[in-house]
């Protein structure tokens, strides 16, 4: 892979890297050898806004091919090399489950978010959140992220996802003709852009839990998790 080379920090004055950087050759053959350990990623985006630069453009790219490569393949086959939002916020959604906090945009339910070791995703699972007249879009959903004994409100389960090609979907198309409002407050946790009520529009088939999407196609929600009883257990074997 070709990278263009750049050695000093061009997008601020004040920044500490005043000798210039590595080339960035030499980052992109360093992170591969490391196959692209998402928190050094993270952790080099911290240094400065030429190493954020960098991190954004090339790193969280071959680390979302890398980890899914069938799935970005995918999402890029529309003719367009840029996937909708940044690579940086889709290789968050990958391997981050949001959670929610009191008040937000699940209610009462407060789970810190946190980094998932393991993640499906589906794009037959996918349809089941469209209607009709939407099931030609592609939008590809995780597992859900298993939360137990969440008080009243028992055993939760987060998913999130990604639309491919959003800015050219049925689903953004009728949000726009349903004149859907976005949220007042809440942001996008992948990357802060504003979120539709998928609810509120009511845009969501009847077998589908309530969720949301930002104006970048991810998309995130809650279910709830109905655990098999003891009772049920036995008859099921009797």
């Given at each position: 892979?070709i990278?263009?080379?750049?050695?000093?920090?061009?997008?601020?004055?004040?920044?500490?890297?005043?000798?210039?950087?590595?080339?960035?050759?030499?980052?992109?053959?360093?992170?591969?050898?490391?196959?692209?350990?998402?928190?050094?990623?993270?952790?080099?985006?911290?240094?400065?806004?030429?190493?954020?630069?960098?991190?954004?453009?090339?790193?969280?790219?071959?680390?979302?091919?890398?980890?899914?490569?069938?799935?970005?393949?995918?999402?890029?086959?529309?003719?367009?090399?840029?996937?909708?939002?940044?690579?940086?916020?889709?290789?968050?959604?990958?391997?981050?489950?949001?959670?929610?906090?009191?008040?937000?945009?699940?209610?009462?339910?407060?789970?810190?978010?946190?980094?998932?070791y393991?993640?499906?995703?589906?794009?037959?699972?996918?349809?089941?959140?469209?209607?009709?007249?939407?099931?030609?879009?592609?939008?590809?959903?995780?597992?859900?992220?298993?939360?137990?004994?969440?008080?009243?409100?028992?055993?939760?389960?987060?998913?999130?996802?990604?639309?491919?090609?959003?800015?050219?979907?049925?689903?953004r198309?009728?949000?726009?003709?349903?004149?859907?409002?976005?949220?007042?407050?809440?942001?996008?946790?992948?990357?802060?852009?504003?979120?539709?009520?998928?609810?509120?529009?009511?845009?969501?088939?009847?077998?589908?839990?309530?969720?949301?999407?930002?104006?970048?196609?991810?998309?995130?929600?809650?279910?709830?998790?109905?655990?098999?009883?003891?009772?049920?257990?036995?008859?099921?074997?009797?």
């Amino acid at each position: 892979m070709i990278v263009t080379k750049q050695y000093r920090c061009i997008h601020s004055a004040s920044c500490l890297c005043t000798k210039g950087h590595l080339n960035e050759d030499v980052i992109f053959l360093v992170f591969q050898q490391l196959n692209w350990n998402p928190r050094l990623i993270a952790t080099l985006s911290c240094v400065c806004k030429w190493f954020d630069d960098i991190a954004k453009r090339v790193l969280w790219k071959e680390f979302c091919c890398t980890r899914a490569p069938k799935m970005m393949l995918d999402l890029q086959s529309s003719g367009s090399h840029n996937v909708d939002g940044n690579w940086k916020a889709l290789g968050k959604l990958l391997i981050y489950c949001s959670g929610c906090k009191n008040g937000g945009l699940f209610n009462s339910i407060q789970i810190p978010g946190h980094f998932v070791y393991r993640t499906r995703f589906s794009r037959t699972s996918g349809k089941s959140f469209l209607l009709p007249q939407c099931r030609t879009d592609v939008l590809y959903v995780s597992d859900p992220c298993e939360h137990l004994d969440q008080g009243e409100e028992g055993d939760v389960g987060f998913f999130r996802g990604v639309f491919k090609s959003f800015s050219v979907s049925r689903v953004r198309k009728m949000l726009i003709d349903r004149e859907a409002k976005l949220h007042p407050t809440e942001a996008c946790p992948y990357c802060k852009s504003k979120l539709w009520s998928m609810v509120q529009a009511k845009m969501i088939p009847r077998s589908a839990c309530p969720y949301y999407v930002c104006l970048n196609g991810h998309m995130l929600g809650i279910c709830t998790l109905l655990p098999l009883s003891d009772s049920e257990e036995a008859s099921e074997l009797e």
